[in-house]
T-cell receptor, first 112, second 113 residues
Framework: DQQVKQNSPSLSVQEGRISILNCDYTNSMFDYFLWYKKYPAEGPTFLISISSIKDKNEDGRFTVFLNKSAKHLSLHIVPSQPGDSAVYFCAANGGSQGNLIFGKGTKLSVKP | NAGVTQTPKFRILKIGQSMTLQCTQDMNHNYMYWYRQDPGMGLKLIYYSVGAGITDKGEVPNGYNVSRSTTEDFPLRLELAAPSQTSVYFC????????????FGSGTRLTVV
């Protein structure tokens, strides 16, 4: 059973606009969430994270919002750039040793 | 800085063959992980290690074995390869658990025919 869900397999956005990627989780014991970005033929790279004691974390063009009551988080990219085109994975610390549980990913395409 | 290095990048195996996927990190990270990614799916944890000499099973360990004799190396062994093991394999490392992002290698694309 999926504990971390990314229900949108793909998203297409115009350059300069906002990209919003969504992620839902089922386990209320998760206390740390991360977003990874993956280009083809490369490994995922860490993008941004948020602790469950916060509801927002910002890093440049990237902001992650956490709604604990809804078990939902989102990644906002403003403004979107063509170089942001990649697959974005949401992850949560779910394992007994803190190992991460990943969603299936959302493929973002930013069109010039 | 090399980070996490995986070899080989690509490999085709015949059913029943065995091979070892190599993973080396030069960041002195204690934690290391092996994930597999099937098409359209998220990454699933195969095995992980919290330090030299310590390994443990993840979500999908069947058909694989690991060892961790040094801090730097975490090889993944496939015994009796099956078509179901066709996947992209990622090795990752982290300094400690959950509050640190993982550093991933670039992956090994394995096809079993």
């Amino acid at each position: 059973d999926q504990q971390v869900k990314q229900n949108s397999p793909s998203l297409s956005v115009q350059e300069g606009r906002i990209s919003i990627l969504n992620c839902d989780y089922t386990n209320s014991m998760f206390d740390y969430f991360l977003w990874y970005k993956k280009y083809p033929a490369e490994g995922p790279t860490f993008l941004i994270s948020i602790s469950s004691i916060k509801d927002k974390n910002e890093d440049g063009r990237f902001t992650v919002f956490l709604n604990k009551s809804a078990k939902h988080l989102s990644l906002h990219i403003v403004p979107s750039q063509p170089g942001d085109s990649a697959v974005y994975f949401c992850a949560a610390n779910g394992g007994s040793q803190g190992n991460l549980i990943f969603g299936k990913g959302t493929k973002l395409s930013v069109k010039p | 800085n090399a980070g996490v290095t995986q070899t080989p990048k690509f490999r085709i195996l015949k059913i029943g063959q065995s091979m070892t996927l190599q993973c080396t990190q030069d960041m002195n990270h204690n934690y290391m992980y092996w994930y597999r990614q099937d098409p359209g799916m998220g990454l699933k944890l195969i095995y992980y290690s919290v330090g030299a000499g310590i390994t443990d099973k993840g979500e999908v360990p069947n058909g694989y074995n690991v060892s961790r004799s040094t801090t730097e190396d975490f090889p993944l062994r496939l015994e009796l390869a099956a078509p179901s093991q066709t996947s992209v394999y990622f090795c990752a490392s982290s300094y400690a658990d959950r509050f640190y992002g993982y550093t991933f290698g670039s992956g090994t694309r394995l096809t079993v025919v």
